[in-house]
């Protein structure tokens, strides 16, 4: 099984470049999350999809835009990168209800120069 | 808002020495709580969740809703136990899941 895979794992931009880390989920799951872990600040969520599409704003989602793109999807964009957004993303997905696991993607490392 | 705080960075202790992650969260509802656990080169996975009651690698937390606290603990840590630990916190809709600073356990030899 493959889980939740993200793409790419590694990417370098300059400051002004645009891009879009892709995430995609193969067990059914209506949550989908994007979250960025910096040293010291833990788990910030970026913005999350309870269902296909919806999308709300977590606790950082200036410089970002998502796309619920289907059950299965869930991308992440920076229009305009900044050095502030290097960082490493993660996606995420879960059953939408309490108690549930959520599930990890291996992470993108991101560095804006 | 959902809030939670995780107020070490670090814990280092020795193996066999008793370990105590604490946690602390600010929910306005009846919040779900987990410990999700990060081993080197590996994925963020789930350690154990409140709700369950269970024990995990020799891993418990209780939950007290008076201290809104979650404190992870372990009576004797082994190496293997080395890794970066988060707890979490989902509220009562099931869609959001909020994570603490983590706290980096190291256990020495």
């Known amino acids: 099984n493959a889980g939740v895979t993200q793409t790419p794992k590694f990417q370098v931009l300059k400051t002004g470049q645009s891009m879009t880390l892709q995430c995609a989920q193969d067990?059914?799951?209506?949550?989908m999350y994007w979250y960025r872990q910096d040293p010291g600040m833990g788990l910030r969520l970026i913005y999350y999809?309870?269902?296909?599409?919806?999308?709300d704003k977590g606790e950082v989602p200036n410089g970002y835009n998502v796309s619920r793109l289907n059950k299965r999807e869930f991308s992440l964009r920076l229009e305009s990168a900044a050095p502030s957004q290097t960082s490493v993303y993660f996606c995420?997905?879960?059953?939408?209800?309490?108690?549930?696991?959520?599930?990890f993607g291996q992470g993108t490392r991101l560095t804006v120069v | 808002a959902q809030r939670v705080t995780q107020p070490e960075k670090l814990l280092s202790v020795f193996k066999g020495a008793p370990v105590e992650l604490k946690c602390n969260y600010s929910?306005?509802?009846?919040?779900?709580l987990f410990w999700y656990v990060q081993y080197s080169r590996q994925r963020l996975q789930l350690l154990l969740r409140?709700?369950s009651r269970e024990s995990i690698k020799g891993f418990t937390a209780d939950l007290n809703k008076g201290e809104t606290s979650f404190h992870l603990k372990k009576p004797f840590a082994q190496e293997e136990d080395s890794a970066m630990y988060y707890c979490?916190?989902?509220?009562?809709?099931?869609?959001?899941?909020?994570f603490g600073g983590g706290t980096r356990l190291m256990v020495k030899p």
């Open positions: 067990m059914n799951h209506n949550s």
């Open positions: 409140h709700i």
């Open positions: 995420a997905s879960s059953l939408t209800r309490q108690n549930t696991e959520a599930f």
């Open positions: 929910y306005s509802g009846s919040p779900e």
């Open positions: 979490a916190l989902m509220g009562n809709a099931g869609n959001m899941l909020t």
């Open positions: 999809s309870a269902s296909e599409g919806t999308t």
